[in-house]
C-alpha cells in the first residue's frame, strides 16, 4: 500500500482489505480526518520529469489531481 501526502488531504493506494486495516489504524490515532491530514507531513513539490524507457510509449501523462486530469 502507498500513501501520499498532499497539501489538501491523504492519498491512499493500494488493495481494498490494506487501505480499511491503514484507516482502522489511523481511527485509533486521529479523531476526524482533518486531524489527520493537519498531522501530516506534505508534499508541495510535483512528481520528478519522467524518464522515457526504451520501447515506452511517447505521451506523458498529467499528473491527477482529485480524480480528475488537472496538473498542478
Known amino acids: ?3 501520499y501526502d498532499r ?3 491523504i492519498i491512499l ?3 481494498a482489505w490494506e487501505i480499511r486495516e491503514y484507516l482502522k489504524k489511523m481511527k485509533k490515532r486521529y479523531e ?5 491530514c493537519s498531522h501530516s507531513k506534505k508534499v508541495h513539490t ?5 524518464r522515457k524507457n526504451k520501447g515506452s510509449l511517447s505521451i506523458v501523462r ?7 486530469g488537472e496538473a498542478r
Not at 476526524?32 to 489527520?36: A, C, G, N
Not at 498529467?62 to 480524480?67: D, K, L, R, T
Open 62 to 68: 498529467p499528473i491527477v489531481v482529485n480524480g480528475k
Open 1 to 3: 500500500m502507498r500513501k
Open 46 to 50: 510535483a512528481a520528478a520529469t519522467p
Open 13 to 15: 493506494a493500494g488493495k
Open 32 to 36: 476526524t480526518v482533518y486531524d489527520w
Open 7 to 9: 497539501t489538501n488531504g
